[in-house]
Structures are given as structure tokens and as C-alpha cells.
């Protein structure tokens, strides 16, 4: 079992987004203990599997991670390993992450960290895929995926606008003020996130979400019967199936 961040950390000294990613999902986590203690869970995007390893960290029973690119799972089955943590961890590559090999309802917990921003739109089948394998009364978690109602890119390009306009118009813009390269992939790089309605709108079937509470403008908008993370940079959606 991991007791700090100390045993992870080591392995991604040299990749600081993914060192300072596992830092924040930790906190996250924290106040998300209910879904983790005991849990199966999904790794939606595991990447190199530290959401995995966070995740265990605060109780999950095991953890299943896919993730789309082959040489991030290699890397993270190195790490999986090198922590002695593969009999509850493992790392499958899918190119299309919209049809998994798993059964219906495998999981108590699914959680997409900082994933659906990197998928090009339309998403729906994404989210009707990992609302199948997601088990009756258990918790679809959407953490680190910006918000596309607010006029700004906080991912990509530190832009304002540039997320609500026209693909090709988008990128344009972010390659002309120097803030993006011609030659990188602009439909996986994050630059227009995930709104609420999006998201609820892709869920086939009866669902309740859990909204955060912990600001004046949570409240504000939840009295006005509106999300309270309408107006969040870096919403966190529970979703729990019926």
C-alpha cells in the first residue's frame, strides 16, 4: 500500500504535469472517499495510471485503467510494477475508447480525470460507454476537464474566446499568436472543454448529480435551480446511476 506520493513522484520526476496532476487528484479524491473505499473502478484515460494509484491510495479496492495511447500504458505498467501494485492495478490499451471489452455494469465508481477536453466532439458515445459499464447506484466522476461555457481556454492556449469559436478558426488563432505549433495534433490538445449539459444530455437512463456546495456562487445558482458548477473554470461532476 502507498503512504505518501514520495513512491510515485520518483518514477515521473521528469514529467512535472503528470507529477503536479497525481498532486491535485489527491485532493480531489479526498473529499470523494465514499466512492473509493472498497470500490471497483474504471480509469477512464489512466494515462500512466497515477489517478489508478491515487485512487488506491484513498481505499479502491482495484483499479482498471484504458487508456488510448500504447506507449503511456508500457510506461505505466513499468510504474505499476516497479510499486508492486499489478495485482490491483492493471493497464489495458484501446484505441477506441468508445467500445470497451468489458462488461455491462463492471464498475462501482468510473472516473475520467482530465480526459474529456482531449476527445473531439461529439463525445456521446464516450459517455453512453462508460455509463454501461458503470453498476446501479454507482458514481460517473468527471474531474480536471475545463469548462466550455466560459469565454476562455484555461487548457491549451491561455486564450480568451478561442474555445467557443469554429475548429479550424480556433486553431488558426492559437497558431497565428504563437500560443500553439502548426505541426501538433489541435483536436486531442484540450483546447474546448466540457459543459454540464453536454454531459447529462449523453446519459442514457435515470441519474442524480451531486453538486458542490462549497462556494457563495454554488448556492447562488443551485437557489436559481441552475448547476452549481456552471460558472467553475474546473467543474467536478458526480454522477450517480439509478
Same mark, same amino acid.
Given at each position: ?40 473502478? $474504471? ?12 485512487? $488506491? ?13 500504447? #506507449?503511456?500504458? %508500457? ?10 501494485? *499489478? ?16 462488461? +455491462?455494469?463492471?464498475?462501482? #465508481?468510473? $472516473? ?46 491561455? $486564450? ?24 501538433? +495534433? ?15 444530455? *449523453? ?6 448529480? %451531486? ?28 454522477? %450517480?446511476?439509478?
Amino acid at each position: 500500500m502507498i503512504t505518501s506520493d514520495d513512491a510515485f513522484v520518483q518514477h515521473v520526476q521528469g514529467n512535472p504535469v503528470e507529477r503536479d496532476r497525481y498532486r491535485a487528484l489527491k485532493v480531489t479524491l479526498n473529499a470523494l472517499r465514499p466512492h473509493l473505499a472498497g470500490k471497483r473502478v $474504471l480509469d477512464y484515460g489512466a494515462s500512466y495510471g497515477l489517478s489508478a494509484c491515487a485512487m $488506491l491510495e484513498f481505499g479502491a479496492a482495484s483499479v482498471v485503467g484504458v487508456e488510448p495511447e500504447a #506507449t503511456r500504458v %508500457t510506461r505505466g505498467r513499468e510504474i505499476i510494477a516497479a510499486l508492486n501494485l *499489478a495485482d490491483r492495478i492493471s493497464l489495458h490499451h484501446v484505441e477506441d475508447t468508445r467500445h470497451l471489452d468489458l462488461p +455491462d455494469e463492471a464498475f462501482d #465508481t468510473v $472516473l475520467a480525470n482530465a480526459v474529456f477536453e482531449h476527445i473531439p466532439q461529439p463525445r456521446r458515445a464516450h459517455v453512453r460507454e462508460v455509463w454501461r459499464v458503470l453498476a446501479s447506484g454507482g458514481a460517473l466522476i468527471v474531474n480536471e476537464t475545463p469548462n466550455k461555457y466560459l469565454p476562455w481556454d484555461f487548457h491549451t492556449t491561455n $486564450l480568451p474566446l478561442v474555445n467557443w469559436l469554429p475548429k479550424p478558426l480556433a486553431r488558426l488563432v492559437a497558431i497565428r499568436t504563437g500560443r500553439f505549433s502548426a505541426d501538433q +495534433d489541435w483536436d486531442h490538445s484540450g483546447w474546448r472543454g466540457l459543459g454540464y449539459f453536454e454531459l447529462v444530455r *449523453a446519459i442514457p437512463g435515470p441519474y442524480r448529480v %451531486t453538486h458542490e456546495l462549497t462556494r457563495p456562487r454554488h448556492r447562488l445558482l443551485r437557489a436559481l435551480k441552475l448547476p452549481a458548477s456552471l460558472l467553475d473554470p474546473y467543474p467536478i461532476y458526480v454522477v %450517480t446511476k439509478l
